[in-house]
């Protein structure tokens, strides 16, 4: 791989790919929104910058021609957990962008993709303990609209590969992403920022597999070198309940850890109050609606098995003590969180956005 182009590449996940990358030697165009925000969060990195949207691909789609994989990492994720709906956004984006991604780079001569899909794609069985890459979601019966956008942006990468048998693609199923670089922040770094200034009302009565975007980019380059046509592979990284979660937060930070739980009840009136405060401040809240109905039916179904990818791809997934540690430095780093808040010092060389 001399050349990649890199959608959502000032994400969580896309620019800890595009470090990688860059990192490895190889080229790389990676598409952005917004040029300020790209050029503070990849300071220093060696990378083209290519101005875009998935809401028009032609724009941009002479880019991609040199390129010899394309990484498929940006998404809306909003209907969840910000509050209010956001159906609509997230098929013309998610749906109907990746469909228009995959038919534009196939034009261009891309032959080679690696689509980001999750762990939101899957289901649990009974007599299973651990969810696998074969436990497919029924979009149809998907109340969650980010659940079921998501089912079918895979549907639309497994249809271009029925279209063009010349194409390769793979997709890599990615779980609750932590780590450097969380510029969003993502809900997961929302959650990590919320426990260090200390507005978590209590402990969350759900898990979630938690994963290093970092990791999570390790899988994606695997899967371009050697991953197989068509195939599906796992990295969700640690089941986990919220509670144990914020318990590691608190050995790295020596923040204080909520211990009580905050009871169904309670948590589904602050959620409808969220949407409220949502709608009037345009600002992300802890739990919608919809996210605590989510939350509420998924707390069970976290239990993934990642192994085909650890066999396949030779991929690992570091502690979690060392994703927090270095997610909570990037944070103070960037001037998110006041170090002075932090009663135990947190080390770890991640990079400033100036």
Known sequence: MKTAFVTGSTGLLGNNLVRLLTSRGVRVKALIRSPERARKLLAGVPVELVEGDLENVESFAPAMREADVLFHTAAYFRDSYKGGSHAAGLMRINVEGTRALLEAAYRQGVRRVVHTSSIAVLAPRPGHPLINETMRRDAELEPDAYYRSKI???????????????????????????????????????????????????????????????????????????????????????????????????????????????????????????????????????????????????????????????????????????????????????????????????????????
Not at 221 to 243: I, S, W
Not at 247 to 269: F, H, I, K, M, N
């Open 152 to 354: 079918l942006a895979d549907q639309e990468v497994d249809a271009a590969l029925e279209r063009h048998p010349d194409l390769h693609a793979s997709l890599v199923l990615p779980g609750f992403m932590n780590g450097p670089g969380d510029s969003g922040p993502t809900t997961a770094g929302q959650l990590v920022l919320d426990f260090l200034h200390g507005r978590l009302p209590g402990v969350i009565n759900t898990r979630f597999a938690y994963v290093d975007a970092r990791d999570v980019a390790a899988a994606l380059v695997a899967a371009a070198e050697k991953g197989l046509r068509g195939e599906r592979y796992l990295a969700a990284g640690r089941d986990l309940h919220v509670g144990e979660a914020l318990a590691v937060l608190s050995s790295v930070t020596g923040l204080p850890a909520p211990e009580r739980q905050v009871p169904d009840v309670l948590l589904g009136t602050l959620a409808l109050l969220n949407e409220t405060w949502a709608r009037l401040s345009g600002r992300p809240v802890l739990v919608s609606w919809q996210g605590f109905r989510t939350l509420r039916r998924e707390r069970t179904n976290t239990a993934f098995d990642s192994s085909k990818a650890e066999r396949l791809l030779g991929i690992r997934f570091r502690p979690l003590e060392e994703t927090f540690t270095d997610a909570v430095e990037w944070f103070a780093t960037n001037g998110y969180v006041d170090r002075a808040r932090l009663p135990r010092a947190v080390a770890s060389p991640v990079p400033r956005v100036s």
